[in-house]
């Protein structure tokens, strides 16, 4: 655990933010990354998230701070960071990805970082801006998004040594698999309830006949 | 001993209590006593288009019935008008006839049923409409008989205008004058039934001059779209894409014309005309100048309002008859909503078929045609306040608006204008930290915006100093590090090569 969380693996944490290509490899090839910290940094993500929508400046900032809620969010952003890993598992174990769960987990987590930074600095700068300087925060928050989303995808065709063509099949067919996921879910779900309501209608049948 | 004691206790105990009781019964104001008596809720929308409920702006005072008055009972009457001698002129449909009462609606001043025409008896079939001009002179709309007649007060003829010719109108048009109002000028503006291509108006000798203010349709993509596809037959079945057609007519101060009409998306149910007959209403923050914003979606009472009447009253401030809902929608100049109150039902103060409102002396006066009764409401304080405010800030005097205002807040906390008027007040006075406060809470984010740019100006003056002196010495301890490590380097340097 302490190996997990050292300063070596939060350093190059970072060295993967300056450099996709190469820190993707070497999370892939030679054991640099860290689940834990992956995992700890989509909590971070969507904590900052939340924090950006309660309390950004009321001037470039449109949403009821009474319909946020901050725990609801992680368990939905950790929800999902969940099925796409499982969801582009399942898919490039098809297509001849070379990843593993684990570092599709670390690509994803370390992709955060780049919003994490800009949805936070974003927060604080948006009460310095006047309505008419509102872009500069529009930017800034947009760089970060648009930084993640790349580090998504470079993370994504290094873990698995794809083409970019082939990421962004795989990426399309992951959101396949994803919605085949919930479907099976809900369909487990609602026939586990069933035959429960079965069982449950026997045994209060024989309650009120003995 | 003991016991003298206790009893005095108890002396003390009751008398505070008794004091307690006196004084709560004092605070209770008699207002909110009213309110939970009320047959309708009051209340508007906030910035996020929630229902919100206020303080009570408008209670009923009273209402009118042809017999209360002293004649028989109106039947289906269909529009009354305020004169500007304070009369009230009541177009009593049914009856074929027209009703004057008195400024205090307690009694008939007389009753136009016959005119002398030339020397021959004229009559009424079905007045629909009817309106006194500023020249007292009163129009009524003889919709059956497909004229406007033009009286003294007193019932002396002095003219009619009906068959309008003119190449713009149909061959089998016909004639049949609803809702009639006239300017300063004497143009005579009339809304006729089926006439979907707008407003008739008439120069003050009665000539047709032309269509006004045209409601514009709005077919949407998608229905193009449709159309594109459908065979001719199918064009043919479907149904016309026609303009609403107006339902209410009122004038202001500038001779700007005032006319509502129901709209089916309901965003816009008025129209504030300018001369040339160009749409010059301003809407407010949400853009809606149609009544309800949230509606259900199912059942009787659900879909958008469907506004009957305008009535401009005082300062910018009008207000608009939902027949729906029953509900009165006032709005100020700038297309803010002030309040909202009325519903339909059958105890005092509700309504059943309203069809036309007028305002008199602080009262709103609403026409039931159903009832045959004229239904008066007076206005709360927090109505008078709300009133007065608007018309103070339409005047330009904001300073003395705000104390209106903060007595505003003092019934209605959450009051988003009055917080709003309140900040703009502070930020003409120069009072940014202030005005910045109340106007986060008013949501008004333009305004809220100056408010900061102008505070954080401010507060770059005064701490410049602070400022520029972490700056400097923050470069200068930066060039003095590097100096520092740059020589540590040189010295490992020197000693690399000293071993080498």
Known sequence: MKQLFSKEKWKYAFYTVSHPADGYYEIRHRERGSVPIAILLVILFSISFSINRISASFIVNDVDPMTV????ELVSVLLLYLLFCVGNWSITCLMNGEGRLKDIAIALGY?????????????????????????????????????GVFMMLIGVMEVHNYTLGKTLLTIFLTFVAIFIIIFVVLLVGDLINQVYSFFYSIYQELIFRS | MGGSAMKKKNLIKRTAAALLAATVLLLVPAEAVQAEELPYDTYNYNYRQEFV????????????TGLSVGTTDFKEPQDFCVAPDGLIYVADTGNNRIVVLNHEMNEVVREIATFDRNGTADTFNAPYGVCVSENMELYIADSNNRRIVVLTPEGEFIKIVDNPQSEI????????????????????????????????????????TGYFGTIEVSISLWEKFWRRLAS?????????????EFTG????????????????????AVRRLNPQGKDVIQKGENGNVGGDILTGMYGDYSGPSQITDVVYRDKGIYSLLDRRRGRIFTYDKEGNLLYIFGGVGSQEGTFNVPVAIESIDGEIIVLDAYYGAIM????????????EAVGLRFDGDETEAIEKWQEVLRLDANNELANTGIGKAYLTAGNNRLAMEYL???????????????????LLAKNMNIIMTVVVVLIILWVVYKKWRKKKRGKAVEKEGGLL
Not at chain 1, 69 to 72: A, E, M, Q, V
Not at chain 2, 440 to 458: C, D, F
């Open chain 2, 440 to 458: 986060e809470l008013g949501m008004n984010r333009k305004y809220y915006s100056i408010a900061w740019k102008r505070y954080r100006n401010e």
């Open chain 1, 111 to 147: 992709a955060m970082i780049p919003m994490i930074i800009c949805m936070n600095i974003g927060t604080i700068f948006s009460h310095a801006v006047a309505a008419d300087e509102g872009a500069f925060y529009v930017m800034i928050i947009g760089i970060g998004i648009a930084y």
């Open chain 2, 169 to 208: 109108l149909d061959d089998n048009f016909e004639f049949i004058p609803l809702k009639v109002t006239v300017d300063y000028a004497d143009r005579i503006y009339a809304i006729v039934k089926n006439a979907f291509e707008g407003i008739l108006v008439f120069e003050s000798n009665g000539d047709f």
């Open chain 2, 376 to 387: 008066r409401f007076s206005e709360t304080r927090y109505g008078k306040l709300i009133n």
């Open chain 2, 232 to 244: 001719k037959e199918e064009r043919s079945k479907s149904q016309l894409y026609i303009p609403t």
């Open chain 2, 53 to 64: 409920i206020t303080p009570a702006a408008y209670v009923p005072n009273g209402s009118v």
């Open chain 2, 249 to 268: 007519i009122d004038v202001d101060d500038g001779g700007f014309i005032y006319a509502s009409n129901i709209d089916p998306d309901g965003k816009q």
């Open chain 1, 69 to 72: 809620n901050l725990l609801s």
